[in-house]
C-alpha cells in the first residue's frame, strides 16, 4: 500500500493563504502524475489542480485559475499546492493524489484516474 503523507491544512481568514504539500515514496513519485482534489459535504471529490510526471504540463479547474498553483520537487518527492486569495468556497477536505503513468506529459483530473490517495487534509476559509 501506497502512503501518501499531506500537510498544511488548517484555518484562514478570507484573501489569506495556505501551502498544502504532500508526500509520496520516491519509486511512486517517479513515475505518476500528481493531483489535488478536494471535497466538501455534499459535493462530489472534484480535481483543482493537476501536473504532469514531467512537470511541464498543469491543469486548474477555473474556480482557482489564478489563485492556486501546483508544484513538484524531485528532491523532496513532493507535490505543493499554494493557494492565494482564499475563498469561504474553497472551505473543503484536500486530497493529494498519484496516478501511475508511462506518459511524461499527459494530465489526469478524472477521480478514476487515480490509484493512491492521501488522508485528506481540512482547509477552513472563514469570512
Known amino acids: 500500500q501506497v502512503q501518501l503523507v499531506e500537510s498544511g491544512g488548517g484555518l484562514v481568514q478570507a484573501g489569506g493563504s495556505l501551502r498544502l504539500s504532500c508526500t509520496a515514496p520516491?519509486?511512486?513519485?517517479?513515475?505518476?502524475?500528481m493531483a489535488w482534489f478536494r471535497q466538501s459535504p455534499g459535493k462530489e471529490r472534484e480535481c483543482v489542480a493537476a501536473?504532469?510526471?514531467?512537470?511541464?504540463?498543469?491543469w486548474y479547474a477555473a474556480s482557482v485559475t489564478g489563485r492556486f498553483t501546483i508544484s513538484r520537487d524531485y528532491v523532496k518527492n513532493t507535490v505543493s499546492l499554494q493557494m492565494n486569495r482564499l475563498k469561504p468556497e474553497d472551505t473543503a477536505v484536500y486530497f493529494c493524489?498519484?496516478?501511475?503513468?508511462?506518459?511524461?506529459?499527459?494530465?489526469?483530473?478524472?477521480?478514476?484516474?487515480?490509484?493512491?490517495w492521501g488522508q485528506g487534509t481540512q482547509v477552513t476559509v472563514s469570512s
Open positions: 501536473i504532469s510526471w514531467s512537470g511541464g504540463s498543469w
Open positions: 520516491e519509486r511512486t513519485f517517479s513515475n505518476s502524475a
Open positions: 493524489a498519484t496516478a501511475t503513468t508511462s506518459d511524461s506529459a499527459t494530465l489526469y483530473i478524472a477521480v478514476a484516474d487515480y490509484n493512491y
